[in-house]
């Protein structure tokens, strides 16, 4: 019968770990001095080891040929172990058995000594889903625990397992494994599989996987079945894991910055009817923003950038051509609708009218540079401020609707530049107002110029 990668695969000895050298040290250092806790707690993400590294801790603790810290992997014990038949060594799914009752049992069976192994080793896997009782009840034992019996607690929520309980434990933090490292691990895999699979490839299905082995490996497995021996290449993968291809999402964001609602409604709609999910979508949108805006403002990007070659060069683009305040703006409105398409049922509508409102705001943008530029462009008109002057002696009401203006003179016309709302209603309804700013302005220049304002108010 076929198994299953992570399993075939699964690390049987410390050092076979991956992305927790320091832990696995740590506890090879306790079994080779015998400085041994009675309970253990593993926090940290699913799919990083924590289970693992337990059943390895477990088997060190009772093989008959330890090596260095290291369970030899060939003796009664340790095989017995791997296979689940050790009565000693008992894992339990707080999951599913979360009340007191089974806490209870356990506590009762604790009392009785190892039959086979050197100690009794429980594991308790998703321990914070136990309930407050079944807490209380591991917490009794934990207090005065046999000589030989070892806790082992695994959980991915530390914050829900009680303090009284974690002050009674040596914890462990799993970290993510980095995809630079999980990649060179696919690749060895690969090669032992005999699975052609290039790096690009595998450094997606890494980046996919969120830094854990299990779901790398499990998406491997899934590739390896529909390649058929063919080669394993990004495209590939994109198409097993119906994630957005992520050319067409820096398709998609450069439609939105040039502008081109059409097409970039076109692609989202492509996404669409191509089973990937608007929340993928928006997924990579707002982490191809996030490369962006990290390529745009730091100096050094080693580390910070998750992604191929072949989309680096577009991203470097991107970032030149983009401003900060522009990309954080577009930030926002995405993850807002992310937060909508959890609510709402049309997830694609969200999706377009994010897409609208990115593609207004880009040409809004767009305007107010050309707007700025035409500005420069255009001659100041020196004389404004003694004008502003000699209105507000003769007319103090229409004066005060200009502060802070400016006005750029263009052949015979002269353009205000002012973002009151009321100056811009008296210049439409009064042609008095009209009237005394041009005298004002001949008064000073000496000579009548036809007057308007410079561009509506936003």
Known sequence: MYKALYRKWRPARFDETIGQEHISLTLKNEVCTNNISHAYILAGPHGTGKTTTAKILAKALNCLAIDAGEPCGNCSICQGIDAGRVPDVLEIDAASSTGVDNIRSLKEDAKFAPSTGKCRVYIIDEAHMLSTGAFNALLKIMEDPPESVIFILATTQINKVPATVLSRCQRFDFSRVSSQRLKEH?????????????????????????????????????????????????????????????????????????????????????????????????????????????????????????????????IQKLSQLLETNRILANIDAIKNTCINIERLANSKLEVELCVVKLCLAAREQTQQKNSSNEKQEKEELPQWKNILRRLAENNPTLSQTLTGSKAYLEGNMVFIDTNNHSFLDLMRNNNQTKESIKEAISAECGKRYRIGPYAKIQ
């Open 186 to 314: 696919i690749v060895n895999i690969a090669i032992k599989e005999e699975v052609s699979i290039n790096d690009d490839g595998a450094l997606l299905i890494a980046i996919l996987s969120g830094g854990s082995v299990r779901d790398a490996l499990s998406l491997l497995d899934v590739c390896s079945s529909i390649s058929s021996g063919k080669l394993i290449d990004e495209e590939l993968v994109k198409k097993v894991a119906a994630v957005p291809i992520n050319s067409a999402c820096l398709d998609l964001i450069g439609c939105i910055e040039k502008q081109q609602l059409e097409e970039s409604l076109k692609l989202v709609n492509d996404c669409f009817f191509n089973a990937i999910s608007m929340s993928s979508l928006c997924d990579a949108m707002l982490k191809n923003y996030r490369d962006i805006l990290l390529l745009k403002l730091c100096k050094k990007e080693d580390g910070l950038l998750e992604i191929t070659q072949k989309d680096f060069a577009r």
